[in-house]
């Protein structure tokens, strides 16, 4: 006997699984906020080049210095390498890469202070200023909360 929808009315066997729902694709930047201080490295090195193209190249206001920029290309590219295990653990080097990210923004920070008037002249230069700052934050944060063994 079926029912008023063209069914048999028959409850589901017991075995069936539900139809797959399609999963929607994790978010890039949680995931890195997600995985510890090893993402907060990475997210700190492609904040930095973001800043770089975004207010350096495209705008040609505020420019992060290269000694800068060349560690942040190696805190986003040492996750995806595989050489890179066999240098040291990778925690060990994303730890040390963001050291070396947040020492070399604190002479940032010293220089754009001596040099306030010339530097934050503009305020797209106080935004590149800004997001510079905090992909120097995100690295100390990332660095020191890496746990080496």
């Not at 048999?8 to 399609?22: F, L, N, R, S, V």
């Not at 705008?59 to 800068?68: F, H, Q, S, V």
């Not at 202070?113 to 990332?142: H, K, N, P, Q």
Request: proline share 8%.
């Amino acid at each position: 006997m079926t029912d008023e929808t063209g069914g048999t009315g028959a409850p589901e066997p017991m075995g069936t699984t539900p139809p797959a729902t399609p999963e929607t694709p994790p978010n890039p930047v949680q995931q890195l906020l997600s995985s510890g201080g090893e993402g907060l490295v990475t997210l700190a090195g492609w904040v930095l080049i973001g800043t770089y193209i975004v207010f350096g190249l495209f705008i040609n206001e505020y420019w992060i210095g290269w000694l800068t920029l060349l560690p942040a290309v190696l805190a986003v590219l040492l996750p995806r390498a595989g050489f890179a295990q066999k240098i040291a653990p990778l925690p060990v080097l994303l730890k040390s890469v963001g050291y070396i990210i947040a020492i070399l923004g604190l002479f940032a920070i010293v220089e754009d202070l001596r040099f306030a008037t010339s530097v934050f002249d503009e305020f797209v230069d106080i935004l590149g200023t800004l997001a510079s700052y905090a992909g120097y934050v995100l690295a100390y944060l990332g660095a020191r909360s890496i746990a080496v063994n």
